[in-house]
């Protein structure tokens, strides 16, 4: 025995008892206070220290697509008191920093704390949050014991272009950990349009003899796709179906700057949300018939708009990157052609578009065509709807092409020239209306173009008739198809009134909706007066479509003339051939290369005497989403999905809209849980529930309707796994999808600790005693972990992390651990024995190096329990008992240990540590004083408990008492050094 001298047993006398006594005591105290230190050779509380960070991807694909595609990142770090000895005290604010490029988190995780303090009653500072961007989590754990290890995942959706990666970094203290970044995706798409919109074919304003002809183009680019060229060249062919052939008129191409339905402006001074860039555009004419327009100079990823130049929405998911209008021209004087009537086709021959990362995509022929009507002649009719205010709609005159929605109001306009001098029988120009489909609602004579075409009112000086009879023939009285529908009798110049049938009167009734058609007398002065080219008179007359109408309906409007001598109402032969009122395309006045057939509809083809425009609906539209990106095995997953109609239409139809959702096998529709419920069909186990609703009455462009609902996470989900739900609304026959996805959560912690049976060790007169310790592993992952691994080594004297004892310390027993859990002993110097699993030396779990073995030795300075499974809320422990010989009072034991789990992987570190006290002899007659380190002082506050003791105490006892106690001082200082390692 080292470091001070103990009595013999056997030894009598008062005296010898009394100093016995009286110096246990005394070295209790001196050495409790050394006792102290070398039991904690970490001295003040240290900063906790993680030995790792660690990241990964789970199930990682080879790419995620932009704004729909998911990943989660799994984390794993520990806790730990990186001193010799480490403790498992509580450490407070363990924050994980995590910061991802071209992504965003969507919520923070469950495991990171937002609330003021945490469950251990600590601020929590600082509060998790994610950065306004949602770019980078500050996730606070709150309080963890040292000893843990703690995984944690997060969830990103990719946000960046195609050709962008996903990455992540983390931190924790001062460990940093990257993820390989993962490539995005985004299905490269570009598409030209020429199709609808408002081609017009207008006299030019120079008087010359040409027709003026604007197409308008747009090109849409995929948002988030890889960038497209910079240039493209599109062959055009541009025909006139009789002569003359169309030329470029001026540069051929400008800056779109008229309403347009389908169509942002692209010219100046117009809101950034309805305007499209304008590249370098050249049209160019290659032969008769073709054509060559190229764009240069295109930008893609900037702001787009997201309405169109009549303030409706644009399409979602093609973001417009030019726009602009071909400028073509016509003659139609001195061709030598004696048709009235001729039509101008675009034709656009689909391309293929290279993006910048190779991917391809060609263009869609189906929206490559249009055409604009040209009429020689004197008068003329048709829907002006790509003109009229406040609200234009997509078509051009003539060509079956104008779409509108039912209740929408349009405009339709006659025109025609007045007599050529005086003496000349008036002109006449009548305009009926489909009155099945439309009801009449205004009606003026234009003769000033002012700024606001069509709109400038001259029926005060010259009035407007208004018949609102039946549908009869003016002679006989019989019902006629208002194809058939002559506007009166004979006329008289000396009498406005002459030949109307009753109906007819300049006053308009307080019912406009009984008004079924309208007329305007045209005398020669008013030719004069006109401030129209060629001093034209308009008849323009504003309807409203019924609400009721359904889509596909065709809906006319018709005007007959009456000029150059005519006086006579009445259909013949040759007014109908000459005003488009034949009934057959057999008849079409304007031969097989006339006119546009209007195939389907109940006439047969359009022209300047009638027009016709068809009622369309609306597209469906579906978005959905889920509260969280992350939920684990059997939470609720709450879902939000928005529905609706939109449509570029102003003042639309409403219609039914169905929508349908379709859950991933294995989720569940939580019965009762949707706002709305739905019809639920198929099972969840087998390929998914689908979830069906029906919606009527929707009014397109209205705020979209919303249905939440919820649906329960197997509880067997696996870790990492993403669940994708599909929806779709469907409406008119058209439908659109949308998805959205989870991801199942992997995050929690697992602890280990380890503590000692009794802190104090009373030792018998031979300085012998036992004790135990007892290690415990529990978990808070949600998911289990197959084999956790434990080693502890044991005690030795001056071992560096505070041990310092006399004697021996050997196991008293095998160790006590759970049944199914593997033990294995070391006999190899402690010094050489990581306590870390993961250590070369130690080896695999299931296969350990040579220096493990399952035997129980005599001597073991290290153990190892091998144990699984380990679920959520596990705990689990293993016990060692120790015999201690031949120890002194003050001895101090310190055991440390570490853990892995196959789940949460980081070390995690604890130690245990006793030391021990008692008396080194009795004598017979005394009586024991308790310890003061027991918290036991006496009454009277002096080291001797007794009065019998404190009268026996005597100087040279005391000098005694001082002298011993100074050589244990110094005794156990020398201990205490050894116990550091010096």
Same mark, same amino acid.
Request: with cysteine.
């Given at each position: 025995?080292?470091?001070?001298?103990?009595?013999?047993?056997?030894?009598?006398?008062? *005296?010898?008892?009394?100093? +016995?006594?009286?110096?246990?005591?005394? !070295?209790? =105290?001196? %050495? @409790?206070?050394? #006792? /102290?230190?070398?039991?904690?050779?970490?001295?003040?509380?240290?900063?906790?220290?993680?030995?790792?960070?660690?990241?990964?991807?789970?199930?990682?694909?080879?790419?995620?697509?932009?704004?729909?595609?998911?990943?989660?990142?799994?984390?794993?770090?520990?806790?730990?008191?990186?001193?010799?000895?480490?403790?498992?005290?509580?450490?407070?604010?363990?924050?994980?920093?995590?910061?991802?490029?071209?992504?965003?988190?969507?919520?923070?995780?469950?495991?990171?704390?937002?609330?003021?303090?945490?469950?251990?009653?600590?601020?929590?500072?600082?509060?998790?949050?994610?950065?306004?961007?949602?770019?980078?989590?500050?996730?606070?754990? *709150?309080?963890?014991?040292? +000893?843990?290890?703690?995984?944690?995942? !997060?969830? =990103?959706? %990719? @946000?960046?272009? #195609? /050709?962008?990666?996903?990455?992540?970094?983390?931190?924790?203290?001062?460990?940093?950990?990257?993820?390989?970044?993962?490539?995005?995706?985004?299905?490269?798409?570009?598409?030209?349009?020429?199709?609808?919109?408002?081609?017009?074919?207008?006299?030019?304003?120079?008087?010359?003899?040409?027709?003026?002809?604007?197409?308008?183009?747009?090109?849409?680019?995929?948002?988030?796709?890889?960038?497209?060229?910079?240039?493209?060249?599109?062959?055009?062919?541009?025909?006139?179906?009789?002569?003359?052939?169309?030329?470029?008129?001026?540069?051929?191409?400008?800056?779109?700057?008229?309403?347009?339905?389908?169509?942002?402006?692209?010219?100046?001074?117009?809101?950034?949300?309805?305007?499209?860039?304008?590249?370098?555009?050249?049209?160019?004419?290659?032969?008769?018939?073709?054509?060559?327009?190229?764009?240069?100079?295109?930008?893609?990823?900037?702001?787009?708009?997201?309405?169109?130049?009549?303030?409706?929405?644009?399409?979602?998911?093609?973001?417009?990157?030019?726009?602009?209008?071909?400028?073509?021209?016509?003659?139609?004087?001195?061709?030598?052609?004696?048709?009235?009537?001729?039509?101008?086709?675009?034709?656009?021959?689909?391309?293929?578009?290279?993006?910048?990362?190779?991917?391809?995509?060609?263009?869609?022929?189906?929206?490559?065509?249009?055409?604009?009507?040209?009429?020689?002649?004197?008068?003329?009719?048709?829907?002006?709807?790509?003109?009229?205010?406040?609200?234009?709609?997509?078509?051009?005159?003539?060509?079956?092409?104008?779409?509108?929605?039912?209740?929408?109001?349009?405009?339709?306009?006659?025109?025609?020239?007045?007599?050529?001098?005086?003496?000349?029988?008036?002109?006449?120009?009548?305009?009926?209306?489909?009155?099945?489909?439309?009801?009449?609602?205004?009606?003026?004579?234009?003769?000033?173009?002012?700024?606001?075409?069509?709109?400038?009112?001259?029926?005060?000086?010259?009035?407007?008739?208004?018949?609102?009879?039946?549908?009869?023939?003016?002679?006989?009285?019989?019902?006629?198809?208002?194809?058939?529908?002559?506007?009166?009798?004979?006329?008289?110049?000396?009498?406005?009134?002459?030949?109307?049938?009753?109906?007819?009167?300049?006053?308009?009734?307080?019912?406009?909706?009984?008004?079924?058609?309208?007329?305007?007398?045209?005398?020669?002065?008013?030719?004069?007066?006109?401030?129209?080219?060629?001093?034209?008179?308009?008849?323009?007359?504003?309807?409203?479509?019924?609400?009721?109408?359904?889509?596909?309906?065709?809906?006319?409007?018709?005007?007959?003339?009456?000029?150059?001598?005519?006086?006579?109402?009445?259909?013949?032969?040759?007014?109908?051939?000459?005003?488009?009122?034949?009934?057959?395309?057999?008849?079409?006045?304007?031969?097989?290369?006339?006119?546009?057939?209007?195939?389907?509809?109940?006439?047969?083809?359009?022209?300047?005497?009638?027009?016709?425009?068809?009622?369309?609906?609306?597209?469906?539209?579906?978005?959905?989403?889920?509260?969280?990106?992350?939920?684990?095995?059997?939470?609720?997953?709450?879902?939000?999905?928005?529905?609706?109609?939109?449509?570029?239409?102003?003042?639309?139809?409403?219609?039914?809209?169905?929508?349908?959702?379709?859950?991933?096998?294995?989720?569940?529709?939580?019965?009762?849980?949707?706002?709305?419920?739905?019809?639920?069909?198929?099972?969840?186990?087998?390929?998914?529930?689908?979830?069906?609703?029906?919606?009527?009455?929707?009014?397109?462009?209205?705020?979209?309707?919303?249905?939440?609902?919820?649906?329960?996470?197997?509880?067997?989900?696996?870790?990492?796994?993403?669940?994708?739900?599909?929806?779709?609304?469907?409406?008119?026959?058209?439908?659109?999808?949308?998805?959205?996805?989870?991801?199942?959560?992997?995050?929690?912690?697992?602890?280990?600790?380890?503590?000692?049976?009794?802190?104090?060790?009373?030792?018998?007169?031979?300085?012998?005693?036992?004790?135990?310790?007892?290690?415990?592993?529990?978990?808070?992952?949600?998911?289990?972990?197959?084999?956790?691994?434990?080693?502890?080594?044991?005690?030795?004297?001056?071992?560096?992390?505070?041990?310092?004892?006399?004697?021996?310390?050997?196991?008293?027993?095998?160790?006590?651990?759970?049944?199914?859990?593997?033990?294995?002993?070391?006999?190899?110097?402690?010094?050489?024995?990581?306590?870390?699993?993961?250590?070369?030396?130690?080896?695999?779990?299931?296969?350990?190096?040579?220096?493990?073995?399952?035997?129980?030795?005599?001597?073991?300075?290290?153990?190892?329990?091998?144990?699984?499974?380990?679920?959520?809320?596990?705990?689990?422990?293993?016990?060692?008992?120790?015999?201690?010989?031949?120890?002194?009072?003050?001895?101090?034991?310190?055991?440390?240990?570490?853990?892995?789990?196959?789940?949460?992987?980081?070390?995690?570190?604890?130690?245990?540590?006793?030391?021990?006290?008692?008396?080194?002899?009795?004598?017979?007659?005394?009586?024991?004083?308790?310890?003061?380190?027991?918290?036991?002082?006496?009454?009277?506050?002096?080291?001797?408990?007794?009065?019998?003791?404190?009268?026996?105490?005597?100087?040279?006892?005391?000098?005694?008492?001082?002298?011993?106690?100074?050589?244990?001082?110094?005794?156990?200082?020398?201990?205490?050094?050894?116990?550091?390692?010096?």
């Amino acid at each position: 025995m080292r470091g001070h001298t103990r009595p013999s047993r056997g030894r009598s006398g008062e *005296g010898s008892s009394t100093l +016995g006594r009286t110096i246990v005591v005394g !070295t209790a =105290v001196i %050495a @409790t206070a050394l #006792a /102290g230190i070398a039991a904690d050779p970490r001295g003040a509380a240290a900063a906790p220290t993680s030995y790792e960070l660690r990241g990964d991807w789970i199930e990682p694909p080879d790419e995620l697509l932009s704004g729909v595609g998911v990943v989660a990142a799994v984390w794993r770090f520990d806790i730990n008191d990186g001193r010799p000895a480490p403790s498992n005290d509580p450490v407070a604010n363990n924050v994980l920093t995590v910061t991802v490029q071209n992504a965003r988190f969507t919520k923070v995780p469950s495991l990171c704390l937002e609330t003021e303090t945490d469950s251990a009653g600590n601020d929590v500072v600082p509060r998790s949050a994610l950065s306004a961007e949602g770019t980078t989590l500050t996730c606070n754990l *709150g309080t963890r014991n040292q +000893g843990t290890a703690q995984l944690a995942l !997060t969830g =990103v959706v %990719a @946000t960046g272009p #195609a /050709g962008a990666q996903v990455s992540a970094i983390a931190e924790f203290g001062s460990h940093r950990a990257q993820l390989p970044p993962i490539p995005i995706t985004a299905p490269f798409s570009m598409d030209a349009t020429f199709s609808d919109g408002a081609p017009a074919a207008l006299i030019s304003p120079s008087l010359n003899r040409n027709q003026d002809l604007s197409f308008p183009f747009a090109l849409r680019h995929a948002a988030g796709a890889a960038a497209g060229p910079d240039t493209v060249t599109y062959p055009l062919t541009i025909a006139n179906n009789l002569p003359p052939e169309v030329e470029v008129r001026g540069g051929g191409c400008v800056p779109q700057d008229r309403r347009q339905p389908g169509y942002p402006f692209s010219g100046d001074h117009h809101p950034p949300a309805q305007t499209a860039p304008f590249p370098e555009c050249r049209l160019t004419k290659v032969s008769a018939r073709q054509f060559e327009l190229t764009l240069t100079g295109l930008q893609y990823g900037a702001a787009a708009p997201t309405t169109d130049s009549n303030g409706q929405p644009l399409p979602s998911g093609m973001a417009v990157v030019a726009a602009g209008e071909l400028q073509l021209a016509v003659d139609t004087i001195g061709t030598g052609t004696t048709a009235m009537s001729s039509h101008v086709t675009v034709s656009a021959e689909p391309i293929t578009y290279t993006a910048a990362d190779g991917q391809t995509a060609t263009d869609d022929g189906a929206n490559n065509d249009n055409t604009v009507a040209i009429v020689r002649g004197a008068w003329t009719h048709q829907w002006a709807l790509n003109v009229q205010q406040p609200d234009t709609y997509p078509g051009s005159p003539w060509q079956s092409t104008w779409r509108v929605p039912a209740g929408a109001t349009v405009l339709s306009v006659a025109a025609d020239g007045t007599p050529p001098r005086p003496g000349v029988s008036p002109y006449w120009m009548c305009s009926v209306i489909d009155t099945e489909y439309a009801t009449f609602e205004a009606a003026r004579v234009v003769m000033t173009p002012g700024d606001a075409l069509y709109y400038e009112d001259s029926s005060d000086r010259y009035p407007i008739w208004y018949y609102t009879g039946g549908m009869v023939d003016a002679v006989t009285g019989e019902d006629v198809d208002p194809n058939g529908f002559a506007c009166g009798t004979v006329t008289s110049a000396a009498d406005p009134a002459a030949g109307n049938p009753a109906g007819w009167s300049t006053t308009p009734p307080a019912d406009l909706s009984t008004v079924k058609a309208v007329k305007v007398q045209l005398s020669y002065g008013m030719g004069g007066e006109s401030e129209m080219p060629y001093g034209l008179v308009y008849l323009a007359v504003e309807q409203r479509i019924r609400p009721d109408v359904e889509a596909g309906q065709d809906i006319w409007t018709w005007t007959s003339f009456l000029d150059q001598g005519k006086t006579d109402w009445a259909w013949t032969t040759s007014r109908r051939s000459a005003q488009s009122r034949l009934d057959s395309i057999d008849h079409n006045p304007y031969g097989p290369n006339g006119l546009i057939a209007a195939k389907g509809y109940r006439y047969d083809y359009a022209g300047p005497g009638r027009d016709v425009l068809e009622v369309v609906g609306s597209q469906p539209l579906i978005a959905v989403d889920v509260a969280q990106r992350e939920y684990g095995p059997g939470e609720v997953a709450d879902y939000r999905l928005s529905y609706g109609l939109e449509t570029v239409m102003p003042h639309p139809a409403r219609d039914s809209v169905t929508v349908t959702a379709e859950l991933p096998s294995g989720l569940r529709y939580v019965e009762g849980s949707a706002t709305v419920e739905p019809v639920v069909g198929g099972d969840p186990a087998a390929d998914g529930q689908t979830l069906t609703w029906t919606f009527d009455d929707v009014l397109p462009n209205d705020p979209p309707g919303v249905v939440e609902f919820r649906a329960t996470v197997p509880e067997d989900a696996a870790a990492g796994r993403a669940f994708g739900t599909d929806v779709s609304a469907a409406s008119q026959g058209l439908s659109r999808d949308a998805s959205t996805e989870f991801v199942v959560p992997d995050g929690g912690h697992d602890e280990l600790t380890m503590a000692a049976s009794a802190a104090v060790v009373e030792l018998d007169r031979d300085g012998d005693g036992t004790n135990a310790w007892t290690v415990t592993m529990s978990s808070r992952d949600p998911y289990v972990s197959e084999s956790t691994d434990t080693i502890v080594v044991l005690p030795r004297d001056g071992d560096g992390r505070g041990s310092g004892f006399s004697g021996t310390a050997t196991l008293s027993s095998p160790v006590e651990a759970p049944t199914g859990a593997t033990v294995f002993y070391t006999t190899a110097d402690p010094s050489a024995v990581s306590v870390d699993p993961d250590d070369a030396g130690n080896g695999e779990p299931g296969a350990p190096t040579s220096m493990w073995s399952t035997v129980y030795p005599d001597a073991a300075t290290a153990v190892r329990v091998v144990y699984g499974p380990l679920a959520y809320g596990d705990i689990w422990s293993f016990s060692m008992g120790v015999d201690i010989h031949g120890a002194a009072p003050g001895d101090t034991y310190v055991a440390a240990g570490a853990a892995r789990t196959t789940r949460t992987q980081a070390i995690m570190q604890t130690s245990a540590t006793f030391r021990t006290e008692g008396l080194v002899s009795e004598q017979p007659g005394t009586t024991d004083a308790a310890s003061p380190v027991d918290g036991k002082d006496s009454d009277s506050g002096d080291l001797a408990s007794t009065g019998a003791a404190e009268n026996r105490i005597g100087v040279g006892v005391a000098a005694l008492f001082t002298l011993c106690g100074l050589a244990l001082v110094l005794r156990a200082a020398r201990r205490w050094r050894r116990a550091q390692g010096a």
